[in-house]
Nanobody
Framework: QVQLVESGGGLVQPGGSLRLSCAAS????????MGWYRQAPGKERELVAA???????NIADSVKGRFTVSGGNAKNTVYLQMNSLKAEDTAVYYC???????????????WGQGTLVTVSS
């Protein structure tokens, strides 16, 4: 079983910054990719940014130039640096990871519990 623990959410004023962290723990062979999704009230969950184990990243157009996704020195962590935050960035942010139990296993997507980011003056 793999668990994801997120941290770093909170209340920030428009134009401010926050950094979200996510760490995976438990038993797994490898993590192929980790990323961040968000879900605002009344809206569907959407991809924000993802990072493959190779280092390749994918950033949503809505946050490109403001948000950066990166990995830690340990292969089981991912960060989301959010700058120039806007009210429309308010949402619950979820970390996810594509993990494999063995080298021959298909990947399984695991989700964190979510962390609330509120951008408001």
């Amino acid at each position: 079983q793999v668990q994801l623990v997120e941290s770093g959410g909170g209340l920030v004023q428009p134009g401010g910054s926050l950094r979200l962290s996510c760490a995976a723990s438990g038993s797994f062979f490898t993590i192929d990719a980790m990323g961040w999704y968000r879900q605002a009230p009344g809206k569907e969950r959407e991809l924000v940014a993802a990072r493959a184990s190779s280092g390749t990243t994918n950033i949503a157009d809505s946050v490109k130039g403001r948000f950066t996704v990166s990995g830690g020195n340990a292969k089981n962590t991912v960060y989301l640096q959010m700058n120039s935050l806007k009210a429309e960035d308010t949402a619950v942010y979820y970390c996810n990871a594509a993990t494999r139990a063995t080298s021959a296993s298909p990947y399984v997507v695991v989700w964190g519990q979510g962390t609330l980011v509120t951008v408001s003056s």
